[in-house]
């Protein structure tokens, strides 16, 4: 996989992430491991892609012109980078991101970013069912507790956990951020 240019996806790094409205998280060291990652794919000179969520739900923090819709400052992207706006949790829907992928030749991703189990999941299992290479980095990914099914609060550890479950060996491979780092 390393014998091609990975691209990194960073997907809904907002500042809305960060509001205490959003619920309780796991993998507090996220977002400084998304930057090592951005860092790293920066300095190879590989393709970053930074994906952000614009909702259509009136009063949304992530409402177009609101705080919460920019991105965080910190892993923010740069003149030149790849920005898809997204609508809904997949970064494929309506984006022209597989488009943009093709034409570069771009076949193997490595998907970090928020959240887990909604736009990160989806993303990667749209990844996987179009032939893309996909790894999921589990320390540069989080999301929020959920109450499930059956009206049992998960927390955030386990929310996370089961996503990546669902998406290992089927449609990404799972994998730390040093194990990433390594595909440089």
Known sequence: ???QPLTLIVIDMQQGMKEP???VRNNPDAEQNIQ???VAWRTAGWPVVQVRHISRTLGSPFWPGQPGAEFQRDLAPLQGEHV???NVPDAFIHT???RWLHVRGLRHLVIVGVSTNNSVEATARTAGNLGFSTVVVSDATFTFGK???????RSAEEVHAMSLANLNGEYATIMTTADALGLL
């Open 96 to 98: 022209g991101l597989e």
């Open 21 to 23: 409205s959003a619920g």
């Open 84 to 86: 898809v706006e997204k």
């Open 36 to 38: 090592r990652l951005l």
């Open 147 to 153: 109450t499930d099914h059956a009206g049992v609060l």
């Open 1 to 3: 996989m390393n014998h």
